[in-house]
């Protein structure tokens, strides 16, 4: 079968089993993709000037597609200031990325939305700045130490399912939380009520992707639910992306489609730590949606090299 030419951006973690190479977003012509779960990686050093990695990558569970990357090949693109780099790659099994799940960029930043009231658009564009909001991803618990600035690529709420992508609803829903242990049974999180009404407006932004907090990760193991696939890692809330700050910090808004990079950011609080947990311990899912600390440490690697794939290399 015939490879797909394409960039992926590529960011070198530590894990409590060890370091792992993520794809965060795979780009091929004007469209790009999030992915949904953390994948297996062969990365090997072929010779002192020369690195192969094998990456998999799912924009939606169980349909892979191929990542690969030749060093000898494909350029390093750009190296971003979270550490993480943009390389040229090819992309076998293309036809398994489902082109609903992705989204616009241009010159590999993401074209994002963020919703708000008809009345409210025209005051932030006025005022040149867009606020951060205390809130967690569901709108549960607020913040005191760091505050998000919120991005969906969900252009409009349409319906509740538009809503639902971003852990909203028009009266308030419940999510019911299955332990891969069933002896622990369900627990029920309740998102609040979050009117279309509230997001009838919007305003076009194009982000780079190195602002964007990783998104948070569940460590699977699909053989207590009898499933027989072993343990994965579940990366959640694919459709929210947000840019940490500090409190009261803010990006200048100069007007719709403006490019957004880190010096477009005020008080701009990158985090190393990554929120995860694990879903067959007791407590730790509702842990990670409700944003609390499980214990489970992932970093971003904190290795010497300033290639990712070099750094995931290092010993």
Not at 153 to 172: C, K, Q, T
Not at 213 to 240: K, N, S
């Amino acid at each position: 079968m015939a490879s797909q030419s394409g960039f992926v951006k590529v960011q070198s973690i530590e894990i409590p089993l060890g370091k792992h190479l993520i794809p965060q977003f795979l780009f091929v012509g004007d469209r790009v993709w999030r992915p949904c779960s953390l994948p297996s990686a062969i990365v090997c050093r072929v010779d002192e000037n020369r690195i192969s990695a094998r990456l998999a990558f799912e924009s939606e569970m169980n349909a892979v597609c191929w990542i690969r990357i030749d060093t000898l090949r494909h350029r390093c693109i750009h190296l971003y200031g979270d550490r993480s780099a943009l390389y040229e790659c090819d992309i076998e099994d293309f036809s398994n990325l489902n082109s609903d799940l992705s989204f616009e960029h241009k010159n590999y930043k993401l074209k994002l939305f963020h919703h708000t009231k008809t009345d409210v658009v025209p005051l932030i564009l006025d005022s040149g700045r867009l606020l951060a909001s205390r809130w967690n991803y569901e709108g549960t618990k607020q913040f005191d130490d760091t505050h998000f600035m919120y991005f969906t690529d969900v252009a409009g709420f349409n319906d509740g399912n538009d809503l639902r992508s971003v852990a909203m609803s028009d009266g308030g829903f419940k999510i019911a939380l299955q332990y891969d242990q069933p002896k622990y049974g369900i627990e029920v999180l309740d998102v609040p009520e979050r009117k279309r009404g509230d997001m009838s407006a919007k305003i076009e932004l194009y982000v780079d992707p190195c602002i964007i907090e990783q998104q948070p990760m569940l460590y699977h193991d699909a053989t207590m639910r009898g499933e027989g696939v072993g343990r994965y890692w579940e990366l959640l809330h694919q459709h929210i992306f947000r840019v940490p700050v500090q409190p009261g910090g803010s990006i200048r808004i100069t007007g719709q489609n403006q490019s957004v990079s880190a010096s477009e950011v005020e008080g701009l609080r990158p985090s190393d730590r990554i929120l995860a947990g694990c879903a067959f311990e007791k407590g730790q899912m509702r842990a990670v949606f409700d944003e609390k600390d499980t214990g489970f440490r992932i970093t971003h690697d904190t290795g010497t090299a300033a290639d990712p794939i070099e750094r995931f290399l290092e010993c």
